[in-house]
């Protein structure tokens, strides 16, 4: 009797030692090989499932030529992610009845009243009235017009007219020196018509300054950042933390990588001083550690750790809600199977065959190669960041995603 109690005590306990834990080895092996192929020097992965960090660790290196190990602290440029944090801050002065999202913006910003839409006729452009205002409703889910040269190649001598033709405009004194530019500029098409990626938050990091009278840096760190303990995110590194931030990498022309050419790529922004132009569609950089806290909140219903309020619940029911209809999601000239929100790609029933996350995930990325998905039906958060020219890797990050969508499933079946 002691020998078979011992026995089946035996089986119980090798059983739960197999399912204890989630095995990321697969996450490890698609990693290695990257860095072995030279697609990427290093990077850092964090995942977070029902309420605790689950994978936190680094790969390869954020220097190659000093052989400086990538740390899990290590500071990545986060770009476009850079425009969710931008988006609730904006949603807060909605919870605090500063604005509306149907406001049209020259309520705020009245040089947007005087703009028009311009038409390309054989080689020119004409210029016609809008239909409507531009709202701040539209400057979240991008569909104001107000477009990038990247989006529409048959614009770009228009971007050039106006200077808005260069990566994150940081030639500007600030942000408002840079949307008087936009609204100044003819819009490439009418109001609400279509998606279109580019400049609108810009012109909502302006209407965060105009409402609050403090600079979008001041008002980011007082409102989202510093509540939510993100420490190390910032449009302009401190001397204290220049070393931590990654190098960024690009592909020579004999396959291998190389750093990038700071004189025609100006990456090193971060490290920059003095500035008061804060670039609200991608100019903050971050950990994923703090990227994360910032995740967990919204994922939380928009509840801090400390247990402040950042959003409301009701609001970020909008921020995750479908903001196109039926219009398509049009992302670097090509049509998207997934929805986008007030200021996120969301998931949706076509578009969950990228990665398998649940319909009505919300996700993001970065140009350098960083990327975020916040499952919330399996509670389920994953952080990919690398650094790396040009925007290359979404088939890696979407592969990363759904590696662990199926390590995170297989796990759950298992368990007793």
């Known amino acids: 009797m002691i020998l078979r109690r011992f026995f089946i005590s035996s089986i119980i306990s090798c059983f739960l030692i197999t399912v204890s834990a989630q095995d990321f080895a697969p996450i ?245 001083e003095g500035r008061q132009y804060f670039s609200a569609i991608g100019g903050l950089v971050s950990t994923t550690h703090d990227y994360a806290k910032f995740l967990i909140c919204l994922l939380n219903g928009g509840k801090a750790k400390s247990g402040k309020i950042i959003i409301s619940q009701k609001t970020l029911e909008q921020f995750w809600s479908n903001q196109l209809g039926d219009k398509t999601f049009i992302f670097g000239g090509f049509p998207s199977k997934n929805n986008f929100g007030l200021g996120v790609g969301l998931t949706s029933e076509q578009g969950k065959s990228i990665n398998n996350a649940s319909v009505g995930s919300f996700f993001w990325g970065g140009a350098f190669n960083t990327a975020y998905m916040v499952d919330r039906k399996r509670d389920l958060i994953t952080l990919f960041f690398f650094q790396r020219i040009p925007f290359v890797l979404p088939p890696l990050l979407s592969k990363l995603e759904k590696t662990t969508i199926q390590i995170i499933d297989e796990y759950q079946d298992a368990r007793p």
Do not use: W
Not at 73 to 94: M, P
Not at 173 to 198: C, D, T
């Open 28 to 272: 490890d092996s698609i990693i290695s090989a990257e860095i072995k192929q030279q697609n990427i020097a290093g990077g850092v992965a964090l995942v977070y499932h029902k309420g605790k960090i689950i994978l936190d660790k680094a790969y390869g290196f954020s220097d190659i030529a000093s052989q400086e190990h990538m740390q899990t602290n290590s500071i990545f440029r986060i770009a476009s992610q850079t425009k969710a944090i931008v988006s609730i801050a904006v949603l807060q002065l909605l919870d605090k009845g500063f604005i509306q999202l149907d406001d049209p913006i020259e309520k705020y910003i009245p040089a947007f009243s005087q703009q028009k839409v311009a038409i390309f006729n054989k080689g020119a452009f004409d210029l016609i009235e809008k239909n409507r205002s531009i709202t701040i409703r539209d400057l979240l889910s991008h569909q104001s017009g107000i477009s990038s040269a990247d989006e529409y190649p048959v614009y770009k001598p228009l971007f050039k007219q106006y200077h808005l033709d260069q990566s994150l405009n940081l030639g500007y004194k600030n942000l408002e020196e840079e949307v008087n530019q936009i609204a100044a500029m003819p819009l490439v098409h009418q109001p609400g018509s279509r998606f279109s990626y580019g400049l609108s938050t810009d012109v909502l990091g302006r209407l965060i300054e105009i409402v609050s009278h403090k600079n979008l840096d001041q008002y980011l760190h007082e409102h989202v950042l510093n509540p939510l303990g993100m420490k190390d995110t910032y449009f302009y590194l401190p001397k204290d933390k220049k070393s931590r931030l990654v190098k960024t990498y690009v592909k020579s022309s004999n396959n291998q990588l190389e750093v990038v050419d700071t004189s025609k790529f100006p990456i090193n922004y971060p490290l920059q």
